[in-house]
């Protein structure tokens, strides 16, 4: 039986984990950076590699005794390499924001201009939010979305000339659009910028062929392992520029860490081995499949979607416009019913960020259980009944009852 050490020896972790196995099992997982991994995934991440230590990279350790672990890292990075078209890839970021920190230490000086998304726009924290390093150390400036949910390049590019950063971050956790890595490219040439996307939330589907990919535009990609990409929580950083590979390199060790994940290194190994596989792009095609369709019976019930719709694998519901209660509100009443997603912020917020408008639904999670249109509009039957009518007794268990016939790897209820 699986666990049966932990359950003998600390009681306490095992049932955590049993009813977290339940929580995830019968409920519906919409939180859009969110994933099941596969069980090959997980007998990797659970294995010894945890026990050892391989500060360096490929034939330059500081340790001995690392011959099997180079062999780990080295299939990490081909196989990086050859899914986003890249030369250079680090797999050893913790994850993504130590990534994106590895980057601002890579290509800039403390007190240097970067402009990137605004958070609620859809931005993330590590894009220059005044809490974070991004935004204590360097001067970060931020572009938002124009009243109708949409970047305006325009815009962008009239903060870009008035503020000249020296890194320019294209990339989100909260918009449900196209980037037009293009313009942005131009936009970072016209004021002599780097340019970095940032594809934590989208790399799966840029793999799957389904978003487009900046890697002819940019001067490095970072990216989560662990969202659509569907690996170990992780992250790594990529790009096409010896010299800037060189750096950054540098920066994540010894820069900013220690001894990889080597654990983390070989899940994610395994994690792209199955991207490789020819049917990650049907999964990365149904995951769209699934956002759009969410978003059209949300629709069909007089839900407000920021930007009318989406073109990926979540979008956000303006939970005020659409039933006049909070993001917030709206999160707490779904949770009872095992339906988890997150509040979130929508453009133009007027509400502070610990209680927004919005919510944020996104389908990777649900799409890798197998569910597909018809069973995503069923959801989205749950979700408005929940809403309409938060005391509504029987109705957990029907979600509950629904759910149980999707199974997730490794989980054996
Ligand atoms: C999730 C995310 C990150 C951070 O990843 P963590 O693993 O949570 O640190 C960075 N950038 C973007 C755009 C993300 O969505």
């Not at 109708?148 to 890194?167: C, Q, T």
């Not at 970095?196 to 990216?223: E, K, M, Q, R, W």
């Not at 909070?326 to 095992?338: P, Q, R, T, W």
Request: aromatic letters at 10%; one cysteine or more; charged letters at 25%.
């Amino acid at each position: 039986m699986k666990y049966q050490n932990l359950q003998k020896n600390d009681s306490k972790i095992f049932e955590a984990i049993i009813n977290e196995e339940k929580r995830q099992f019968f409920g519906v997982e919409l939180i859009a950076s969110e994933n099941y991994v596969s069980e090959s995934v997980l007998e990797a991440m659970g294995s010894i590699l945890t026990n050892k230590y391989s500060e360096g990279y490929v034939n330059a350790r500081y340790y001995a005794g690392n011959k099997f672990i180079d062999e780990i890292e080295t299939i990490a990075i081909e196989r990086a390499k050859k899914i986003f078209g890249v030369k250079f890839v680090n797999v050893q970021p913790y994850s993504g924001s130590p990534a994106n920190l590895a980057v601002h230490f890579a290509l800039l000086n403390s007190g240097d201009k970067t402009l990137g998304m605004n958070l609620s726009a859809g931005g993330h924290l590590t894009h220059g939010y005044k809490v974070s390093f991004s935004g204590k150390y360097y001067k970060s400036e931020n572009y938002g979305v124009d009243k109708n949910g949409f970047i305006d390049m325009d815009e962008v590019r009239e903060i870009a000339k008035a503020h000249s950063p020296k890194l320019i971050w294209a990339g989100f956790s909260a918009y449900s659009r196209i980037l037009d890595w293009k313009s942005f490219r131009e936009i970072a040439d016209e004021v002599g910028a780097f340019l970095v996307a940032d594809i934590s939330h989208i790399a799966g589907l840029i793999a799957g062929g389904v978003y487009p990919s900046p890697v002819n535009f940019v001067d490095c990609i970072t990216t989560t392992t662990h969202k659509t990409l569907r690996g170990p929580r992780g992250a790594m950083i990529l790009t096409n520029n010896e010299e800037i590979s060189k750096k950054i390199d540098k920066a994540v060790f010894p820069g900013l860490q220690g001894g990889p994940h080597n654990h983390t290194t070989a899940g994610i190994a395994v994690a792209l081995g199955e991207v490789l596989e020819p049917n990650w792009k049907n999964y990365a095609e149904q995951i769209v499949k699934n956002s759009r369709t969410f978003a059209e019976s949300l629709k069909k019930k007089n839900y407000e979607i920021v930007s009318g719709g989406t073109d990926n694998h979540l979008f956000l519901v303006d939970m005020i416009k659409s039933r006049g209660i909070s993001g917030g509100e709206a999160e707490k009443i779904l949770e009872n019913f095992g339906i988890t997603l997150n509040k979130n912020s929508i453009p133009n917020e007027t509400r502070k960020p610990t209680d927004p408008s919005g919510v944020r639904i996104g389908t990777p999670a649900i799409t890798t259980r197998g569910l597909k249109e018809k069973d995503v509009q069923k959801i989205a039957e749950f979700f408005d009944l929940a809403i309409q009518n938060p005391k509504n007794q029987n109705l957990k268990n029907e979600i509950a009852d629904f759910m149980k016939d999707f199974e997730i790897p490794g989980i054996k209820i």
